[in-house]
């Protein structure tokens, strides 16, 4: 963790994702995403396709799936999609070092905040689960649970926090982090451990770290 922890020493505000940058989630996505596919004689994802194929709008990541959007409503499987994730979500770890990193971060008197795109009361309820809620200023979910673009979230965590954008970064491991923080006018830091695969990743931005690294 210490190159990520490097990254943040001139920033006072810290935004995290959550799914795949915090919680260890990855093998959990595939296994439910697998169980929607299975149901409907679809091709499962092993993580090497997932960690390729997964992108935002999550519409799109459907349809390159196979599911047939225009006889299946795509509200009914996010909702699917959701409740059987979180049935096992607390059957997944934090990302490791994570905790150690987030109190770190806190103790040297920085602003932290969760920006996501996982629903508010569910990414209440994991972070929480966690016992993670006194790491952070701010936890924005969004409104629903079609896991949407969390950009306007985005402005209003940075209106809330007070912090200008300059003092700013946000950390996350998809192009939609990147394209939010772009948006955003802050700094970001994307991460290899998540969803999207360190190939794409380092191919949309300059600053990609393998917090396995030392």
């Not at 940058?21 to 990855?26: C, E």
């Not at 926090?161 to 772009?182: C, F, K, M, N, Y």
Request: one cysteine or more; glycine letters at 8%; proline letters at 2%.
């Amino acid at each position: 963790m210490l190159k990520l922890f490097d990254a943040l020493r001139d920033k006072d505000h810290v935004i995290w994702d959550w799914n795949g940058t915090l919680l260890n989630d990855v093998q959990h996505a595939v296994d439910t995403m697998n169980d929607l596919l299975a149901s409907r004689g679809l091709p499962l994802l092993d993580i090497e396709r997932y960690r390729q194929t997964f992108c935002f709008p999550i519409r799109k990541y459907y349809e390159a799936l196979g599911f047939d959007l225009a006889s299946e409503p795509f509200s009914d499987l996010c909702d699917r999609y959701v409740d059987v994730f979180m049935a096992k979500v607390n059957d997944c770890e934090l990302v490791a070092g994570s905790r150690e990193l987030l109190r770190g971060i806190k103790g040297a008197g920085k602003m932290q905040s969760v920006l996501s795109a996982t629903d508010q009361p569910n990414l209440q309820r994991m972070v929480t689960a966690f016992e993670l809620e006194t790491c952070f200023d701010f936890i924005f979910g969004i409104e629903n649970k079609l896991a949407a673009s969390k950009l306007h979230r985005g402005h209003e965590l940075i209106h809330a926090s007070g912090i200008a954008p300059a003092r700013t970064i946000l950390i996350g491991d998809t192009d939609h982090d990147l394209e939010v923080a772009q948006a955003l006018g802050i700094s970001a830091v994307l991460i290899t451990h998540g969803h999207q695969c360190a190939r794409r990743l380092r191919g949309i931005h300059h600053d990609v770290v393998d917090v396995g690294e030392a």
